[in-house]
């Protein structure tokens, strides 16, 4: 059973950064690619960035690109998503998970840590 762990949410001013990091247990990590999520109340968990496996290739949901910045660390099964020039429309609850496809957005697995909190205020 895959089990993730995200932190490194907080409260942040317009315009600062965050870093988040989100380790993943119970599978082979270094085969996985991997993503990060987020979701807001009343909405659907959307997609916001993916890694592949040897971290080579990334891509983006247009309202981060330029922005966010995913990276991951295979030795230690983390992926991280730098998050740069924060906006209060970052402001949501962020998750990782794998994907299943190259490309996608679709999570891999139906089963989310507990994200961590990200509050932008203006």
């Known amino acids: 059973q895959v089990q993730l762990v995200e932190s490194g949410g907080g409260l942040v001013q317009a315009g600062g950064s965050l870093r988040l990091p989100c380790t993943a247990s119970?599978?082979?990590?270094?085969?996985?690619?991997m993503g990060w999520f987020r979701q807001t109340p009343g909405k659907e968990r959307e997609f916001v960035a993916a890694i592949g496996f040897s971290a080579a290739r990334s891509y983006y949901e247009d309202f981060v690109q330029g922005r966010f910045t995913i990276s991951r660390d295979n030795a230690k099964n983390t992926v991280y998503l730098q998050m740069n020039s924060l906006k209060p429309e970052d402001t949501a609850v962020y998750y990782c998970?794998?994907?299943?496809?190259?490309?996608?957005?679709?999570?891999?697995?139906?089963?989310w840590g507990q994200g961590t909190q990200v509050t932008v205020s203006s």
């Open positions: 998970n794998e994907l299943r496809t190259w490309g996608g957005r679709t999570p891999a697995f139906t089963s």
């Open positions: 119970g599978r082979t990590f270094s085969t996985s690619i």
